[in-house]
């Protein structure tokens, strides 16, 4: 296949790439594991390594190991069964994936994960120095999500979004989804004969609604996932490439910028720094600021701090530091950021003037309710700063 100058600019300059595996890739229609793929798998991340980059990878397939193991007919559909899976079957999985490093000379470390680590700063950054350490170690770090434990509070949903979280924590430059298709379809390739693969989307908002909400009989995530999850990425500043991992040498191709799958550029503007790329796109909000018109223009376009005058409603209940949405009149996110106040001091200030303040709340510690130093614009960038 052609090779694009783009495609090997990016990897050539990449040096810290997080690879996700799906269910799909790694295990057949009864669910095992194919102790072959993820062999091949192996060696083709073993030959990114030994180029001088650092790869993290994030393996779906406990679950679906765990179905074939206990010879299941069908993937459960409760949780108490999916987790029974996922503790029976991410041992398996973890085995396979040693057994098939070790020759290589490279160690294997597990890292189980759920949405609560990422809320955490203290953890997060506790995350970030293990996996560094583990780097320096000459060790594959292999993260799955913690399904044995999580709930529905703190799952993140798929891997795919896991991937793209972690490709956040370690200010990662490329970010790659190998998945049961070869990229993104201008239709659905699987009924529609005339359907093309999209090469490369630079507006990765244009293409949103070509997904459909499908997965496979053991996953979770469908092409929608993995939109949302490159959309994550590529707006913190990560390289997204999706492609087919049952392809022979995928990442071999990827490696000599071969023209498969679909690529999705970061977004202008270079790599976010890592506590942005925190706030903006891995802690969750517990609560947002509606902004009035006003307020919204000077936040989004002028690089303003938001004031108290411009918040027209409060939603949930937060103290003083906590991370909080910002949200425009018509109830659309664009921001994220750290309130200098609780939701109860905002209920009292909202839509006065500094002076109209200090009437109705005494000396404040702080004129802004989110300062512009702790802001991030999850929508279009963190421009201007």
Same mark, same amino acid.
């Given at each position: 296949?052609?090779?694009?100058?783009?495609?090997?600019?990016?990897? +050539?300059?990449?040096?810290?790439?997080?690879?996700?595996?799906? +269910?799909?890739?790694?295990?057949?229609?009864?669910?095992?594991?194919?102790?072959?793929?993820?062999?091949?798998?192996?060696? #083709?991340?073993?030959?990114?390594?030994?180029?001088? *980059?650092?790869?993290?990878?994030? =393996?779906?397939?406990?679950?679906?190991?765990?179905?074939? *193991?206990?010879?299941?007919?069908?993937?459960?559909?409760?949780?108490?069964?999916?987790?029974?899976?996922?503790? /029976?079957?991410?041992?398996?999985?973890?085995?396979?994936?040693?057994?098939?490093?070790?020759?290589?000379?490279?160690?294997?470390?597990?890292?189980?994960?759920?949405?609560?680590?990422?809320?955490?700063?203290?953890?997060?950054?506790? @995350?970030?120095?293990?996996?560094?350490?583990?780097?320096?170690?000459?060790?594959?770090?292999?993260?799955?999500?913690?399904?044995?434990?999580?709930?529905?509070?703190?799952?993140?949903?798929?891997?795919?979004?896991?991937?793209?979280?972690?490709?956040?924590?370690?200010?990662?430059?490329?970010?790659?989804?190998? =998945?049961?298709?070869?990229?993104?379809?201008?239709?659905?390739?699987?009924?529609?004969?005339?359907?093309?693969? /999209?090469?490369?989307?630079?507006?990765?908002?244009?293409?949103?609604?070509?997904?459909?909400?499908?997965?496979?009989?053991? %996953?979770?995530? %469908?092409?929608? =996932?993995?939109?949302?999850?490159?959309?994550?990425?590529?707006?913190?500043?990560?390289?997204?490439?999706?492609?087919?991992?049952?392809?022979?040498?995928?990442?071999? $191709?990827?490696?000599?910028?071969?023209?498969?799958? +679909?690529?999705?550029?970061?977004?202008?503007?270079?790599? @976010?720094?890592?506590?942005?790329?925190?706030?903006?796109?891995?802690?969750?909000? #517990?609560?947002?600021?509606?902004?009035?018109?006003?307020?919204?223009?000077?936040?989004?376009?002028?690089?303003?701090?938001?004031?108290?005058?411009?918040?027209? %409603?409060?939603?949930?209940?937060?103290? $003083?530091?906590?991370?909080?949405?910002?949200?425009?009149?018509?109830?659309?996110?664009?921001?994220?950021?750290?309130?200098?106040?609780?939701?109860?001091?905002?209920?009292?200030?909202?839509?006065?003037?500094?002076?109209?303040?200090?009437?109705?709340?005494?000396?404040?510690?702080?004129?802004?309710? /989110?300062?512009?130093?702790?802001?991030?614009?999850?929508?279009?960038?963190?421009?201007?700063?």
């Amino acid at each position: 296949m052609a090779m694009t100058a783009d495609r090997v600019r990016l990897i +050539t300059k990449a040096r810290v790439v997080v690879v996700k595996v799906g +269910t799909q890739v790694l295990a057949d229609e009864s669910g095992r594991l194919s102790s072959e793929r993820i062999a091949t798998l192996a060696e #083709q991340i073993d030959r990114l390594a030994k180029g001088g *980059r650092r790869v993290i990878l994030v =393996s779906s397939g406990a679950i679906g190991a765990g179905v074939g *193991r206990l010879k299941l007919s069908a993937r459960p559909t409760e949780l108490p069964g999916l987790q029974a899976c996922a503790a /029976v079957g991410q041992p398996y999985l973890m085995t396979a994936w040693e057994s098939a490093f070790g020759p290589l000379g490279m160690p294997t470390a597990q890292i189980l994960l759920n949405a609560a680590d990422f809320d955490n700063r203290s953890r997060y950054l506790n @995350m970030r120095n293990t996996l560094a350490s583990l780097f320096e170690m000459g060790c594959v770090p292999i993260i799955n999500e913690n399904d044995t434990t999580s709930v529905a509070e703190i799952k993140f949903g798929d891997n795919d979004r896991l991937a793209a979280l972690v490709a956040g924590l370690i200010q990662a430059d490329l970010l790659v989804l190998l =998945s049961g298709v070869d990229g993104l379809f201008d239709g659905d390739p699987r009924v529609d004969q005339s359907a093309s693969r /999209v090469s490369w989307v630079d507006d990765i908002d244009s293409v949103l609604g070509l997904a459909q909400a499908t997965k496979s009989r053991l %996953g979770t995530g %469908g092409m929608r =996932s993995k939109l949302k999850a490159a959309s994550l990425a590529v707006r913190s500043g990560t390289h997204v490439w999706l492609a087919d991992g049952g392809m022979d040498g995928v990442l071999n $191709k990827l490696g000599a910028g071969e023209d498969v799958g +679909t690529v999705f550029p970061a977004r202008l503007g270079g790599a @976010m720094p890592a506590w942005k790329r925190w706030l903006g796109f891995s802690t969750r909000p #517990q609560g947002s600021l509606i902004l009035d018109a006003g307020a919204s223009r000077a936040v989004r376009e002028q690089g303003k701090s938001l004031l108290p005058i411009g918040i027209a %409603g409060v939603k949930g209940h937060f103290g $003083k530091g906590a991370a909080i949405s910002l949200v425009d009149d018509a109830g659309v996110e664009f921001g994220r950021g750290l309130s200098n106040f609780s939701s109860g001091e905002l209920e009292k200030i909202k839509g006065l003037r500094t002076e109209q303040i200090h009437k109705v709340a005494g000396p404040v510690a702080y004129d802004e309710a /989110v300062h512009r130093d702790n802001l991030v614009l999850t929508g279009e960038g963190d421009s201007p700063a």
